[in-house]
């Protein structure tokens, strides 16, 4: 019986050939029957995909063979399913590119990686060591968001600064204008989904003069995995797959607010009407609205 799973990776490492690489992987996930996302650039590669755990496993073992990915970090969740063939139904297909950055934040001749990871970014902490210094410092310390607005809407840390982010690339606009500069003598805890974003947000800062920036190792799956719905985090993880959203716990906190109606949901959704072009948090019955805000407006 297949076992669906889902993995989520990045490496931050000096690639000569990213093409390459691409051949590879493209190769390889064909051949095991994978689907997902891989983007790959000189800085490294981040991906997620998802499958069957023999097929994964086997594609875990590959990846890691070549040196520069042997340390990589790969965080496992479980999937929807598979189709008939053993293919992931919480990806369309296969996709891997090769971009100027493997995360998009519109800077990349600020990032520099070697092969420990990113140069200049943030100290990382462990679940256990932000505890530690949240039970040391208190109110001292800010927990900065360092996902899109949308996926804060429906789980975030206790208290987390959300940015006004559509997409990655707003970070630094927002950083340049100076609207987070009164954050600069206070400890900054940043945190994403599971640390890549952070890895290049945290740089961006500490270059920004940001003096005591931190980013949690792992990011929120590697939180919610040790602490669960008991610890600082509230509400579901917003994620990029036909899921929508996890939950650490069976008594995790629904937090986000229907665009429509204003209920409790944990739903998001694109928006029907193709003039909003956007994504809202939406529950079920607002879903099926047209337009959700402007008939709730």
């Known amino acids: ?49 998802g499958g069957d755990l023999v097929a994964l496993k086997k594609w875990a073992r590959s990846f890691r063979s070549y040196a520069p990915f042997n340390g990589v970090d790969i965080k496992w969740s479980e999937g929807t399913g598979v189709d008939a063939e053993g293919r992931s139904i919480d990806f369309p297909k296969l996709s891997v590119k090769v971009r100027e950055e493997i995360v998009s934040f519109g800077a990349p001749g600020e990032l520099k990686v070697d092969e420990h990871g990113v140069i200049g970014g943030g100290t990382r902490l462990s679940p256990e060591a ?20 949308l996926e804060a809407q429906i789980g975030r840390f206790r208290d987390a600064i959300v940015p006004d982010t559509e997409t990655t690339r707003d970070f630094v606009q927002l950083l340049d204008s100076g609207a987070y500069d009164d954050l600069k003598g206070k400890p ?30 792992g990011g929120i799956v590697r ?24 939950d650490f716990s069976d008594h995790a906190a629904v937090i986000g607010e229907c665009a429509g109606c204003g ?26 609205v047209p337009c959700p805000v402007h008939v709730h407006a």
């Open 1 to 49: 019986m297949a076992t669906p799973k889902i993995v989520l990776f990045y490496v931050f490492t000096p690639l000569a050939d990213p093409e390459a690489i691409r051949l590879w992987q493209r190769d390889l996930g064909e051949a095991l029957g994978l689907r997902g996302r891989l983007l790959i650039s000189k800085d490294g590669v981040n991906g997620t995909l």
């Open 130 to 149: 932000l505890h530690a210094l949240m039970d040391e410092r208190g109110d001292e310390v800010v927990f900065f968001d360092g996902r899109n607005a």
């Open 188 to 217: 900054v805890v940043t945190y994403c989904t599971g640390g890549i974003r952070c890895e290049v947000l945290s740089s961006l800062m500490a270059s920004r003069g940001f003096g005591e920036v931190y980013q949690l190792e």
């Open 223 to 246: 939180y919610g995995e040790q602490y669960g719905d008991d610890g600082l985090w509230e509400g579901s993880l917003y994620v990029f797959d036909k899921r929508g959203s996890v």
């Open 263 to 288: 209920t409790a949901t944990n739903r998001t959704a694109n928006c029907p009407d193709l003039s909003c072009r956007v994504q809202l948090v939406v529950c079920d019955a607002c879903a099926a």
